[in-house]
C-alpha cells in the first residue's frame, strides 16, 4: 500500500526532527470524566496512535512517547496489570497503522523486566517494522534516565575493567555510545501534557538542549490541534545551544510565517 505523501505544517520557522513527549494525566482525564483512572489509560491509546499517525504525516524523523517509567511498577498491581495488557495488545493492534505509516517501531528503557507476552509482542513488532524507513517511533518502556545512565556507567566499567577501553576516553560525545540508542539524535522538542512542570526521570542526558512545551491539556486531550499548537509554538523558538543568536539559523521574517500573525 502507497505511503499517504509527507505533509508538513509550515509555521515559518524551525520544524522539530525529534518530537518527545511525556504523555501525563491519563488518571486525571478519567476521573474528570466519572470513570476509572485506568479508563484513562485506555483513552490514551487513541492520542498514541493519533500522534504517531500524525507525525509520521508531518515529517517528523523520531517520536520518543514516555510510556512506563521504572517507577511507574510502584503502582497498584492491578493497574500496572492493566497496563501491561493494554501494551501488549497496542503493540500487535498497531502492527498494521505502523505499517500504513512506514513507521518503524524500537523501545528503550530495562525491557527485561516487562512481563514475557508484552516483551514477545515488542519484539515482533520491531521485527515487522525494522525495514519501514519512515518514522522511528521510539517508546520508552521500564525507563527511567537515571536507569539508563547506571547502566551505561556498569557497561563502560565492565569494558574498562577489560582492557577494552580507558577512563581518559570518556568525553561529552563518547558517553553517549553507552546510552540505551546512541544513534538517534537529542530531541529538538520535549512536550509535557497536563500542565505539570516537571521531567520525572526522562532522557536526561538527552534534552540538554531541548526546547520544552508544557501543554495544559490531559494525554487523551491531545490530538492534532494541541500538537500543532506545540509545533507552532516551537517554529518561535531561537536555539542557541548556549552559544549566541547570531550563532543559530535565523527563523524567516514573520511576513512568510503563513498563519501565524505579526509579532
Ligand atoms: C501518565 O498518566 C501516563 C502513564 C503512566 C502511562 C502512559 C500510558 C499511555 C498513554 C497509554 C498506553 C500507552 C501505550 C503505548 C500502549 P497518569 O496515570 O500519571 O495520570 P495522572 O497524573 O492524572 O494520574
Not at 557497561?155 to 544513534?183: C, K, N, Q, S
Not at 512545551?213 to 490531559?218: D, F, G, L, Q
Request: aromatic content about 8%; charged content about 30%.
Amino acid at each position: 500500500m502507497a505511503r499517504p505523501t509527507i505533509e508538513r505544517p509550515d509555521f515559518g520557522g524551525p520544524f522539530p526532527e525529534h518530537l518527545a513527549i511525556i504523555m501525563d494525566g491519563n488518571g486525571r482525564w478519567a476521573r474528570e470524566q466519572g470513570l476509572r483512572r485506568v479508563l484513562g489509560h485506555s483513552e490514551g491509546v487513541h492520542s498514541v496512535r493519533e500522534i504517531t499517525t500524525e507525525c509520521a504525516r508531518m515529517g517528523v524523523k523520531s517520536l520518543t512517547l514516555y510510556a512506563f517509567s521504572v517507577e511507574n511498577f510502584k503502582r497498584p498491581k492491578a493497574e500496572v496489570g492493566f497496563l501491561m495488557r493494554l501494551l501488549a495488545k497496542f503493540l500487535v493492534d498497531e502492527r498494521p497503522t505502523l505499517m500504513n505509516n512506514g513507521v518503524r517501531l524500537r523501545a528503550i528503557g530495562r525491557l527485561d523486566e516487562l512481563p514475557k507476552n508484552a516483551l514477545a509482542a515488542l519484539r515482533e513488532t520491531e521485527r515487522l517494522t525494522e525495514r519501514n524507513d519512515g518514522m522511528l517511533l521510539r517508546l520508552a518502556l521500564a525507563y527511567g534516565a537515571r536507569a539508563e545512565l547506571a547502566d551505561g556507567l556498569r557497561r563502560f566499567a565492565r569494558e574498562v575493567a577489560e582492557g577494552r577501553v580507558r577512563a581518559e576516553d570518556i568525553h561529552d560525545e563518547t558517553l553517549r555510545d553507552y546510552l540505551y540508542d546512541p544513534h538517534t539524535p537529542d530531541p529538538d522538542l520535549l512536550i509535557r501534557t497536563a500542565g505539570e512542570l516537571r521531567i520525572s526521570n526522562f532522557l536526561l542526558w538527552q534534552i540538554s538542549y531541548s526546547e520544552i512545551y508544557v501543554a495544559k491539556e490531559c494525554w487523551p486531550q491531545f490530538r492534532r490541534p494541541q500538537l500543532l499548537a506545540a509545533l507552532e509554538d516551537y517554529a518561535r523558538r531561537v536555539r542557541k545551544f548556549g552559544g549566541l543568536v547570531n550563532d543559530a539559523p535565523a527563523p524567516r521574517s514573520d511576513s512568510a510565517r503563513p498563519g501565524l500573525p505579526a509579532r
